[in-house]
């Protein structure tokens, strides 16, 4: 996967920010405005809520909607292992940020190993669910519940969970030394944003739209690539 450095993103932004006499930023107010774009984008990409229409409750982009999507949220799914209490329970990843459809646990039958899918219902069913004759969760029918704090699944006795989710991405640090008053990029203290190219042309352009700076792709582009025939 290429991804560019954070002290490469960081040149870019100010060169854009000078461009447009827009001031000076400082590492600090770098970093928080490079991860707070960060999260914005991925949210974005996810399916944000605030695109939603009345009567039609689908984002214009989302994941899974289109493979570019996909490709680009790739690097942030994880197949997470749940260990449920006693009572069917377990709390949720620390870095759940949005829930992949395609729960399962894995058990095996006749020496073989089998994949059952766990369905997902909504709250207000459970009851009907669990007091059904005809519904009533099994080992081969499992369902999972989300609660506020947690994820019960029915019924109790299953191990081997498999829970698919997408974490929110990883912070960047712009780190440095302080060298005649001044910063200096130092890569042994810094993390570079975890996006492939171009989707941090996004995120360079989502950070100064925070900071009040209408910009068009093609000069984020172009100065990518002069820096790049450059060797930076």
Known sequence: MATISIDTVKKYTEYLV????SGFLSPEQFNLIINRSSRTIFVKRTGNPHDYQAGAPVPRMGFQITQKITEDLKIFQVN?????????RVTYPSDLAYTIPGMFYLTSKQGKQKYVPIENIDKDKEGYRLSSS?????????IS????????????????????????PADALWGFNTVNERPVYDAAKSV??????????????????SIGISIKDADVMNFAQSESMQGT
């Open 145 to 168: 519940v989300f609660e506020s704090t947690y994820l019960q699944i029915h019924p109790i006795g299953i191990s081997n969970i498999r829970f698919p989710y997408l974490r929110y």
């Open 80 to 88: 997470g292992e749940l260990i449920l209490s006693a009572q069917g």
């Open 18 to 21: 000078r461009k447009n006499n």
């Open 192 to 209: 570079d944003l975890e996006w492939e190219d171009m989707v941090v042309n996004d995120i360079i352009m989502q950070a100064l739209k």
């Open 134 to 142: 005809i519904m009533f969760p099994t080992k081969l029918l499992p």
